[in-house]
């Protein structure tokens, strides 16, 4: 059984930094990061393969990186350079069904963690 636990959301002021954690169990091979901002559909921001391939959606390139600690089981999104648009329910994701080459669009993923919110003031 797959299971996926969010962490590290909270406030931070634009400029600023977080770290996202997700404590993965159960599943290892295609990851990736979503947000859904308020009256707006979940988006993908970045997605991580077991292979070392990295993707990134154009709003957070150069950003955000997403990176894996196998020894800890855990998926983790480093946030840089924070803008109140990032402001967002993060989620963590598992399982890509079909072409990874859309792995942005979020129907094509079976595993959700909880979210962990996150605000960026300006």
């Known amino acids: 059984q797959v299971q996926l636990v969010e962490s590290g959301g909270g406030s931070v002021q634009a400029g600023g930094s977080l770290r996202l954690s997700c404590a993965v169990s159960?599943?290892?091979?295609?990851m990736a990061w979503f947000r859904q901002a308020s009256g707006k559909e979940r988006e993908g921001v970045a997605a991580?393969?077991?292979?070392?391939?990295?993707y990134y959606s154009a709003s957070v390139k150069g950003r955000f990186t997403i990176f894996q600690d196998n020894a800890k089981n855990t998926l983790y999104q480093q946030m840089n350079s924070m803008k109140p648009e990032d402001t967002a329910m993060y989620y963590c994701?598992?399982?890509?069904?079909?072409?990874?080459?859309?792995?942005?669009?979020?129907?094509?993923?079976?595993?959700w963690g909880q979210g962990t919110q996150v605000t960026v003031s300006s």
């Open positions: 159960g599943y290892d091979y295609y």
């Open positions: 991580w393969t077991s292979g070392g391939n990295t």
């Open positions: 994701a598992a399982y890509c069904g079909g072409y990874f080459g859309a792995w942005f669009n979020h129907q094509r993923w079976k595993y």
